[in-house]
């Protein structure tokens, strides 16, 4: 079966620092690029975060530039969100994903 | 950075109803435009790739069509079943989404 299992989330305080992970499963990971989309509650999707299949180039959006980093483990079928200094504005569900195949998310919230 | 404008932002349709949601984006992306269809908790389900193309399995009341800048989705006859957020996503250069468009039965 095609899947992608993320892991990691939870509470943290504003200023800390959390590691996403997120498995895959039932493809050939190492063909894909991978990316990290995030969803505040009840808002749109945003794009966060691309990393490509030999993990060469890395691509993030503006508001995490310097504070997130994205990696990948073609080894272990597994890409990485590192998250430091989190804002409340980064309270989401983070999803990672290639496409048409998306993991369940999740939730990082940050507050004090 | 390419920009996604989707339109509207929520409607009320009733079943049977056909339903068009637009997207603009702020520059040429040719055809590299996906749609996703995401239920309340959760991730989105991918409809339509290419821009037109319905993804293995989708219902074919699902359509998209489109090129360059100005793209259209539409559901043909709208289903109970259809209730859900959608949205537009390109990905030409890295990836950027529509706002999205609530889709309600009336």
């Known amino acids: 079966e095609v899947q992608l299992v993320e892991s990691g989330g939870g509470l943290v305080q504003p200023g800390g620092s959390l590691r996403l992970s997120c498995a895959a499963s039932?493809?050939?990971?190492?063909?894909?690029?991978m990316s990290w989309v995030r969803q505040a509650p009840g808002k749109g999707l945003e794009w966060v975060a691309n990393?490509?299949?030999?993990?060469?180039?890395?691509y993030y959006v503006d508001s995490v530039k310097g504070r997130f980093t994205i990696s990948r483990d073609n080894a272990k079928n597994s890409v990485y969100l590192q998250m430091n200094s989190l804002r409340a504005e980064d309270t989401s569900v983070y999803y990672c994903?290639?496409?048409?195949?998306w993991g369940q998310g999740t939730l990082v919230t940050v507050s004090s | 950075d390419i920009q996604m404008t989707q339109s509207p932002s929520s409607l009320s349709a009733s079943v049977g109803d056909r339903v068009t949601i637009t997207c603009q984006a702020s520059?040429?992306?040719?055809?590299?435009l996906n749609w996703y269809q995401q239920k309340p908790g959760k991730a989105p389900k991918l409809l339509i790739y290419?821009?037109?193309n319905l993804k293995t399995g989708v219902p074919s009341r699902f359509s998209g069509s489109g090129s360059g800048t100005d793209f259209t989705f539409t559901i043909s006859s709208l289903q109970p079943e259809d209730i859900a957020t959608y949205y537009c996503?390109?990905?030409?250069?890295?990836?950027?989404f529509g706002g999205g468009t609530k889709v309600e039965i009336k």
């Open positions: 994903a290639h496409s048409s195949i």
């Open positions: 039932g493809f050939t990971f190492s063909s894909y690029w």
């Open positions: 990393i490509k299949e030999d993990g060469s180039e890395k």
């Open positions: 520059q040429d992306i040719s055809n590299y």
């Open positions: 290419n821009a037109s």
């Open positions: 996503q390109q990905y030409k250069n890295l990836l950027t």
